[in-house]
């Protein structure tokens, strides 16, 4: 049986990457599971593969809990479909969103075929490296309801500024009337100082 070697990369995050060896037999679904035992993420989280050319330009996609839209275009399954069904060159390549919610976008490259080891078990972690980042929750990014923000984008902003000319001129005069008399008191301290010294 031929063993796929993937490299799972998060797009954002170059230097994390995972090498995964997969059975040609195994599922989507086997590899999605697969690669969030070495992320530490939920596997129960609508995900997506998508086929992909050289410039990771998105094909056809295999979805996991797809939505009742996608359902209805009979998106395919990632739990019915094979890895081998859309391997056709030695260098394939897939491109995964996993959680739809709040999304982490993943290159996945094929980058060997190798035997069948006797006595190893499949699939298997070939190399971990870089620090994978922590999820993003609800809770470190609250999500306002839509009145919410409707009422904030209404609110007049005039009281942020001073809009009319003549309270701008008052200002300016008080300025003038200020600096006036701050140079004679300037130049009799001055010339008090010259008295002492």
Avoid: C
């Avoid at 994390?16 to 999605?32: A, G, N, Q």
């Avoid at 530490?40 to 992909?52: E, M, Q």
């Avoid at 030695?90 to 982490?104: A, L």
């Amino acid at each position: 049986m031929a063993i796929y070697r993937f490299r799972v990369t998060f797009e954002d995050y170059e230097d994390v990457y995972r090498e995964i060896d997969m059975p040609s037999k195994s599922t989507f679904l086997d590899m999605h599971e697969e690669i969030h035992k070495t992320t530490g993420y939920a596997t129960d989280t609508s995900s997506s593969f998508y086929v992909s050319n050289d410039q990771w330009k998105k094909g056809t996609e295999i979805a996991f809990k797809p939505t009742q839209r996608k359902k209805e275009a009979e998106v395919l399954l990632m739990e019915n479909i094979r890895l081998s069904k859309f391997i056709d060159d030695p260098h394939q390549k897939f491109y995964y969103v996993y959680n739809f919610d709040r999304p982490y976008d993943f290159q996945v490259e094929l980058i060997k075929i190798l035997k069948e080891e006797a006595g190893k078990e499949y699939p298997a972690l070939f190399k971990s490296v870089g620090q994978v980042p922590k999820t993003m929750t609800a809770a470190n990014f609250p999500v306002s309801d839509a009145v919410e923000e409707d009422e904030f984008v209404e609110e007049d902003d005039t009281q942020y500024g001073v809009d009319d000319e003549d309270e701008l001129d008052g200002f300016d005069s008080e300025d003038e009337d200020e600096e006036g008399e701050g140079e004679e008191e300037r130049e009799g301290s001055s010339n008090g100082y010259e008295d002492e010294y």
